[in-house]
């Protein structure tokens, strides 16, 4: 009897857990990643730089580049510099825009990515995309999967708590994006790939069921494993599918709209993601998800991070339009102004102030 299966991208090494930036070294060593130790590291000028000074001893043989910011320029300028080199792989220490300029850069010169987080702001750390600024605003590129994730718990610690909250927001959203692809599936017959499906919703569920806080490493672990684990699912799935519904067009729809009083990525998607519960008729699920945000000190209205009421109605009318081709439970109700109006207004009165 044939034995049928298939292979999963996905990392050769994933640690998360408090000092094993003091590991790394022996992480890169791993002939699997670096025969000769020759590294590409990009580091950004803030918290990356600050920990150059302690790794450099370590890694000798490691070249260090500084990435400026997280544009497609600033990508395509670190691959072109790393090109000129003869290195074995790619290292992004810092945070999201730096692992993905990283990512980009890895990928367009053909070597195997590290991935060294110092905050936890969002599941793009281990993710086959790399999100970058461009001239008409912010682009999507799809990457390898990294070969390896590091995550120093001590590190994360350190960096501001605002980043955990939003790490928290944006995974667990992933419980309203599976919903929506489960709707899409039952409406439009959408294929729904179920490992990465239930990888995401576990990865969501976990978060949003811990009892923790962000000053536990108990949480702070769950956390960061379920931020990989959606990478992972995103892999699996081919696509952002198991991680992006109506939460993310929502996100999508403040940045597009407001791109200069938007607020943090997970703080929207996590605000998105509870109102489209409700929309969705799971009263109980947005409520209690709302519920679990505030313990964490994350918005759930609007006017929490400074826009009015009709400003998100504006952002939801418009939300469909940031994704065209995703069926989601916006596009599913296909409401007018009037009606967006109302069923916010039952969102406020259920969920309270």
């Not at 195997?112 to 993710?127: E, F, I, K, Q, R």
């Not at 940045?255 to 607020?263: F, T």
């Not at 998607?269 to 964490?296: D, I, N, P, Q, T």
Request: net charge negative.
């Amino acid at each position: 009897m044939p034995v049928l299966t298939r292979l999963i991208p996905s990392p050769l090494v994933v640690d998360i857990r408090p000092g094993a930036l003091d590991d790394l070294a022996c992480v890169l060593a791993d002939e699997r990643i670096s025969h000769s130790g020759k590294l590409a590291i990009a580091v950004s000028g803030g918290s990356g730089a600050r920990l150059r000074a302690r790794l450099e001893p370590t890694l000798p043989g490691a070249t260090w580049y500084e990435v400026g910011g997280g544009t497609i320029d600033d990508a395509v300028r670190l691959a072109s510099d790393i090109k000129a080199g003869h290195y074995d792989a790619v290292v992004g220490l810092g945070g999201g825009k730096i692992i993905d300029c990283a990512k980009f850069a890895a990928a367009r010169v053909g070597l195997p990515l590290v991935a060294v987080a110092t905050n936890l702001a969002h599941d793009g750390l281990c993710s086959p995309v790399a999100t970058l600024d461009n001239d008409a605003g912010r682009g999507s590129y799809g990457v390898p999967n990294p070969i390896a994730v590091v995550i120093d718990l001590n590190v994360i610690r350190e960096a501001p708590v605002r980043f955990v909250r939003s790490g928290i927001g944006d995974v667990i959203s992933n419980i309203s994006a599976v919903a929506d692809w489960e709707l899409s599936n039952r409406v439009n017959g959408e294929k729904i790939d179920g490992l990465a499906a239930a990888m995401a919703r576990q990865a969501g569920e976990a978060v949003l069921r811990h009892p923790g806080g962000v000053g536990d490493d108990g949480f702070l672990q769950v956390l960061a494993e379920a931020l990989v684990l959606t990478g992972i699912a995103m892999s699996v799935s081919g696509d952002s599918r198991p991680s992006s519904g109506a939460c993310h067009e929502i996100n999508h729809a403040f940045d597009l709209l407001y791109p200069k009083r938007a607020a943090a990525h997970g703080e929207q998607c996590g605000l998105g993601a509870a109102f489209a519960m409700y929309l969705r008729g799971a009263h109980e699920e947005s409520a209690y998800m709302a519920e679990v945000l505030r313990r964490h000190g994350l918005p759930v209205l609007p006017e929490e991070i400074g826009f009015t009421d009709d400003e998100f109605v504006r952002v939801v009318e418009f939300a469909p339009q940031t994704r065209p081709g995703r069926y989601t439970i916006l596009e599913h109700l296909d409401l007018t102004t009037d009606q967006i109006k109302d069923i916010y207004a039952d969102y406020v009165k259920a969920i309270g102030s």
